[in-house]
């Protein structure tokens, strides 16, 4: 393993979209299928919030797999570009440094960290 960088771009990593809001009038979402300040249908919303938890969990059974390195990272770094969360943050830095990419984990290690503070 090598702390060379990837070969793919790093991933952009937006904290805010930790919190996902309805598209048409930006209300929090809270985890309902239709905004209840709008009216706006938000399954289709949903559908990406489910599916980056089914990557997250797709991740940590590679990960424990121990074999499957290269999927574990493809599969958070497919999470974190559906919707960000703290924890697929982390899940990501880590895939990062089981794939050796130190200088990356510890940039989006430090993400998170500038997110919780503020």
Avoid: K, Y
């Amino acid at each position: 393993m090598s702390d060379q960088p990837s070969s793919m771009p790093p991933t952009p990593i937006h904290p805010a979209s930790a919190a996902m809001a309805c598209p048409t009038c930006r209300a929090a979402w809270r985890g309902v299928a239709t905004c209840p300040r709008c009216g706006t249908d938000l399954t289709a919303l949903m559908r990406v919030a489910v599916r980056a938890w089914e990557l997250r969990q797709a991740t940590r059974a590679a990960l424990c797999a121990g074999d499957r390195p290269t999927e574990a990272l493809a599969l958070a770094r497919a999470a974190c570009q559906l919707h960000t969360t703290p924890s697929g943050q982390r899940l990501f830095a880590l895939a990062l440094l089981v794939n050796g990419q130190m200088a990356e984990a510890a940039a989006v290690i430090a993400q998170v960290l500038q997110a919780q503070r503020g």
